[in-house]
């Protein structure tokens, strides 16, 4: 029977602490400790309409709709977000309701995924946040590469060669120079860009630099000082480097 594998899958991997209540449409609720901010519990549903003898965990349609009341997924970033935090935990969506299938005896693992889905989607604000800001490298990367390619960019340029720590993000081979450009997302990467010019510089390395920064005003006002004086060129954010930073190396290339 469906509902007893189901039920033992969950009281084995939540210690017992679990029951599963009939709905009127037929599926089980399941009842656990997993609770929002405000105290509601999450909405955690099993239904028996998977394939192949598997079952459903779902949320029917209920975090979404939570979801509305602060937050409205309304641009194509924000959709992006959604995905992909349904895709790193392989959960489906079907209009609007969040589900996994699985074997009956797998519930247990499916409803822990989908817990953690539920916490993230609730909380998107915060979870948007974390990940525009985990994909600054790639984004620049992909500028990099999407539209400065003609000018033959070189990822992980070492300058020196006994200096593997003092690694260029990009070199630009603008004859008779080459440009290094850096991506500094935080603190300890504009210490370590500073660091890595100075000791350039010393050991007489022919370069100009570039750093993008994230957000430059968000590093506090001794390293915005001290990496101030050893650029040559900075973008204050990425969409200032987008915007302008095709025209600087082709005046750099022109010079």
């Given at each position: ?20 209540r009939e ?6 609720q399941?009842?656990?400790p997993?609770?929002?901010e405000?105290?509601?519990m ?8 998977g ?9 029917h349609g209920?975090?979404?709709m ?18 992909k935090?349904l ?12 589900f ?14 989908l817990?953690q889905?539920?916490s ?6 915060v ?25 033959s ?10 200096r593997e720590d003092?690694e260029v993000?990009?070199c630009?081979?603008i ?19 500073t660091?890595?010019c100075?000791?350039?510089m010393?050991?007489n390395v022919?370069?100009?630099?570039i ?7 968000a ?5 915005r ?5 050893v650029?040559?060129?900075?973008f204050?954010d990425?969409?200032?480097?987008r915007s302008?930073?095709r025209s600087?190396l ?6």
């Amino acid at each position: 029977m469906m509902d007893a594998a189901v039920l033992e899958s969950l009281r084995t991997g939540l210690n017992n602490r679990v029951t599963l209540r009939e709905r009127s449409n037929g599926a089980m609720q399941v009842i656990a400790p997993f609770y929002h901010e405000d105290g509601d519990m999450y909405d955690i549903f099993i239904d028996s309409e998977g394939t192949d003898g598997r079952v459903r965990v779902c949320d029917h349609g209920l975090t979404l709709m939570r979801l509305s009341y602060t937050y409205e997924l309304d641009t194509p970033k924000k959709e992006e977000i959604f995905n992909k935090i349904l895709s790193d935990n392989r959960v489906e969506n079907d209009d609007g309701n969040l589900f996994i299938e699985v074997l009956p005896s797998h519930v247990n693992n499916a409803v822990l995924r989908l817990t953690q889905v539920v916490s993230k989607i609730t909380n998107m604000q915060v979870y948007r946040r974390e990940v525009v800001r985990s994909m600054f490298y790639d984004d620049l990367t992909a500028f990099i590469s999407e539209t400065l390619g003609d000018f033959s960019p070189n990822p992980n340029y070492l300058p020196l060669a006994d200096r593997e720590d003092l690694e260029v993000d990009y070199c630009f081979s603008i004859e008779p120079k080459k440009l290094f450009l850096f991506g500094v997302k935080d603190s300890p990467k504009a210490r370590l860009v500073t660091i890595s010019c100075l000791e350039y510089m010393r050991k007489n390395v022919s370069f100009r630099s570039i750093i993008v920064h994230e957000d430059f005003d968000a590093l506090s006002s001794k390293d915005r000082r001290i990496i101030t004086n050893v650029a040559d060129k900075q973008f204050t954010d990425l969409a200032d480097f987008r915007s302008s930073g095709r025209s600087f190396l082709v005046r750099e290339a022109a010079s």
